[in-house]
């Protein structure tokens, strides 16, 4: 494979960190939010575990889904557009010519010198195609989200992030599970924007502590409505 397709994929691959930073992260903020919320309403660890179970996996189930239906609509529209691009450039190939042109000088080039790059690659079809596609309309020629690869990525990412807050209400007393629970998400969620940083050539402590300041926003949110809930109805809320 020669080094330029290499480097392709592997930008192509890293396009993947949309759906697993959205799947953990939500993973994450959901269940220890949930758990939270729970605890603090007074329910028991089995209570709590099976909540936290069925909203992992239904969660899992349902991201996934709209996963691959957004990406498969996109990637469905994505390819109308080139179809009818490339039907627009075969019934009026002067108009495609002009619009190419006037693109290349905006990048910076002199007409003189689009000219004479719109004129030789007239005479390629398939790549005059691909650059009005990518110069003129913005529609690059990379791969548009795999709907089926998007999809797990988000379904296993959602699952991993909703299992990090519940293990501390397996293995360790409930009256500090939560803390334990809060501390290893923000951990979890600093390290992914810390993952994310470094990808995207950003500050990594910035990053992680933009995640960081989410999770801590979202457990608060779900513990201050477990106790609402539980005011209002007097007693810690019933087993479903």
Excluded: W
Excluded at 39 to 46: I, K, L, P, T
Excluded at 87 to 101: K, M, S, T, V
Excluded at 202 to 213: A, D, I, N, T, Y
Aim: one cysteine or more.
């Amino acid at each position: 494979m020669l080094p330029t397709e290499a480097r392709r994929r592997e930008i192509e691959a890293k396009g993947r960190i949309r759906e697993f930073v959205f799947g953990i992260q939500d993973g994450l903020i959901s269940t220890v939010g949930l758990l939270a919320g729970m605890q603090a309403a007074g329910s028991e660890r089995f209570t709590i575990l099976l909540a936290g179970a069925a909203a992992v996996f239904s969660g899992a189930f349902s991201m996934s889904a709209g996963a691959y239906l957004s990406a498969k609509a996109e990637k469905e529209i994505f390819d109308h557009e080139l179809d009818k691009e490339a039907g627009f450039i075969e019934r009026e190939p002067y108009a495609a010519q002009e619009g190419l042109l006037q693109a290349l000088c905006r990048e910076g080039l002199t007409r003189e010198a689009a000219y004479r790059i719109v004129g030789l690659m007239r005479e390629q079809k398939s790549v005059f195609v691909a650059t009005f596609q990518e110069k003129v309309l913005g529609l690059g020629s990379a791969d548009v989200n795999n709907p089926v690869k998007g999809a797990l990525v988000m379904a296993l990412s959602f699952i991993v992030g909703g299992v990090i807050p519940m293990l501390p209400f397996i293995m360790a007393p409930l009256n500090i599970a939560l803390v334990i629970a809060v501390a290893s998400t923000a951990a979890a969620l600093f390290g992914v924007g810390v993952f994310k940083g470094r990808l995207a050539g950003q500050s990594v402590m910035r990053s992680g502590m933009e995640f960081l300041v989410i999770a801590l926003i979202a457990t608060g949110i779900g513990y201050l409505i477990g106790v609402v809930l539980e005011r209002m109805a007097g007693v810690p809320l019933p087993m479903a």
